[in-house]
């Protein structure tokens, strides 16, 4: 809980701080990965130094060795080129396993506070955007977080420290030459980004958004796959996916295209300045091991400074895809959380007063009073769109009310924290999720270390246990993607067993009849009122004329 008090905290600030601020303090590193972030930009400066210094040595030792000195004259610059050749691999390999170990943590990090934000986001404050554009936000934009530092930070930083101490180095040999170099350098690292950028703006901005309609139209068609081939609407939904693809497809061509026109500028740059030191040396009083140092020293520079353009370029859809989970992460809270809660009372009283709730501008219940005495069943019916669902989620505070109040033994449950609600309220849906996974871990879910005994008395009591029985694997058995192997009263009654396991002591049924035939319908509500037992049973439904004729009840329409 402290991580998440943390992220929760942090968070609180990146909204005060706007889009920019907020962004960078959500991929901010903290304490250590200061420092191992150092360590790899230390690791990747000697590793282009070293490579830059393997040039002008090898430059100097061929051009000296063609006057055949002494051999012991050439052992110096003998042993450095096979130094630098060694250490370049060396520390290029360090480099990557440090800066790829700190951006990895740093990545975890940003997680950790994302998934800390979603918690108190979710499942209201996140109903209005699309599964598969959610899902691109949380993978692949948030994975612009290794992008910002191993292609963006780093290899910037590298490059500026590197040419600075080149050009140092050739001022030294012949400062004519080393100005030469610096203006090339110069450019290299300021105009040429610049126009790079530019050039893509429009590009980079338009591909994270490009992703995320790819992703969202590629969830969608795999979701709805069965439905698509059903009403031969097949060609239709791959138009629809290819124009999103095509879209994306163009602008990643008009980046590639600015990345080319970055890389050439920069070939330029480091061409100029070997001829300019070419000139400025053949007119010096200086010695041919210096004027090749001086030469081809530069042509070092291709290599060091050759991300910096691409770096540019990424840099701006790396903002991009950050600023769109800073958009989800800015996103306002369906509930805010009590500063001081109350503690949760012994009793298991509900009632409802006055409730007004709604979305945007539009109220969906206004007005609303029920009484829900501990052990009661409610049955609160109403055509679709009435507010039923909308009564769910204030139930478990899920959904902040407008008006009006919610009591649980006379406490409102504005005072009291969403935990302390759900560990007394439980909900079965009509798309209640089954994962794709085992009977036993579905149901472990709700009672984690629960034993097998406990899980067959759940099943018994959701009049799943004979089935259950009779499958080879029982327990073990694999229910498929969504429960695809179970029919839809078998899925209703898993995820019925696995609420009674949760032990809640009001149970909120929103339409769990919903896609069953009326037979089956009326079987499984009969069989969950059953094993409601003493709990307070909230049954909101459309089709009350499935609820058993034994059952007392309190009957309540919306319209």
Request: hydrophobic share 50%.
């Amino acid at each position: 809980m402290k991580a998440a008090d943390t992220s929760h905290e942090a968070l609180d600030v990146q909204r005060q701080a706007g889009p920019v601020g907020g962004a960078w303090r959500l991929v901010r590193p903290e304490g250590r990965m200061w420092r191992r972030l150092g360590l790899a930009l230390l690791l990747g400066v000697a590793a282009a130094g070293s490579a830059v210094a393997l040039l002008a040595t090898s430059a100097w030792l061929i051009t000296a060795a063609s006057a055949q000195p002494p051999v012991l004259l050439l052992m110096v610059p003998i042993v450095a080129v096979r130094a630098f050749g060694v250490g370049r691999g060396v520390f290029r390999y360090a480099e990557r396993l440090v800066g790829h170990d700190a951006a990895y943590r740093v990545l975890g990090e940003t997680r950790a506070r994302i998934t800390g934000r979603l918690e108190r986001l979710a499942p209201g404050g996140l109903t209005s955007r699309r599964q598969g554009d959610l899902l691109a936000r949380l993978v692949l934009d948030v994975d612009a977080v290794l992008d910002l530092w191993l292609r963006v930070v780093l290899p910037v930083a590298v490059a500026a420290l590197t040419a600075a101490a080149t050009v140092a180095l050739l001022a030294i040999l012949l400062p004519a030459a080393g100005a030469a170099v610096a203006l090339a350098v110069l450019i290299a690292c300021t105009f040429v980004p610049w126009l790079t950028a530019k050039t893509a703006e429009r590009a980079e901005h338009k591909i994270a958004g490009a992703r995320g309609e790819v992703a969202a139209a590629a969830t969608e068609t795999l979701l709805t796959a069965g439905d698509v081939v059903a009403f031969n609407a097949i060609d239709n939904v791959l138009d629809a996916f290819s124009q999103s693809d095509a879209r994306l497809a163009a602008a990643e061509r008009r980046s590639a295209w600015s990345t080319g026109l970055g890389s050439a500028l920069l070939v330029l740059c480091v061409g100029g300045a070997s001829v300019a030191a070419l000139v400025l040396g053949s007119t010096a009083h200086i010695t041919g091991a210096v004027f090749a140092v001086l030469v081809l020293t530069p042509l070092a520079l291709a290599d060091v400074l050759g991300g910096i353009p691409a770096a540019a370029q990424l840099a701006i859809r790396v903002r991009a895809s950050l600023g769109r989970v800073q958009e989800l992460m800015d996103s306002p809270e369906p509930v805010t959380e009590p500063t001081a809660p109350q503690p949760l009372p012994a009793g298991r009283d509900l009632e409802v007063r006055l409730l007004r709730v709604g979305y945007d501008d539009n109220d969906v219940l206004d007005g609303l009073s029920v009484d829900m005495p501990a052990g009661s069943r409610v049955v609160i019916t109403g055509p679709s769109g009435s507010g039923k669902s909308t009564l769910a989620a204030v139930l478990l505070r899920f959904l902040e009310p407008r008006g009006g109040e919610v009591l649980l033994d006379g406490v409102d449950l504005a005072r009291l924290e969403g935990d302390q609600v759900r560990s007394v309220v439980g909900l079965l849906t009509q798309e209640s999720h089954v994962f794709d996974t085992s009977i036993r871990e579905n149901l472990l879910l709700a009672k984690p270390g629960a034993s097998d005994l406990q899980l067959w008395k759940a099943l018994y009591r959701a009049r799943l246990g004979m089935f259950v029985e009779k499958l080879p694997d029982g327990l073990d058995t694999m229910v498929g993607e969504h429960g695809a192997r179970l029919s839809g009263g078998e899925r209703q009654r898993l995820a019925f067993a696995r609420l009674l396991l949760a032990d809640r002591d009001v149970l909120v049924l929103d339409e769990p009849t919903e896609h069953l035939d009326e037979e089956t319908g009326r079987a499984l509500l009969a069989d969950l009122f059953a094993a409601a037992d003493r709990r307070t049973v909230v049954l909101l439904t459309h089709r009350p004329e499935l609820v058993p004729d034994h059952v007392p009840r309190q009957l309540v329409c919306l319209t």
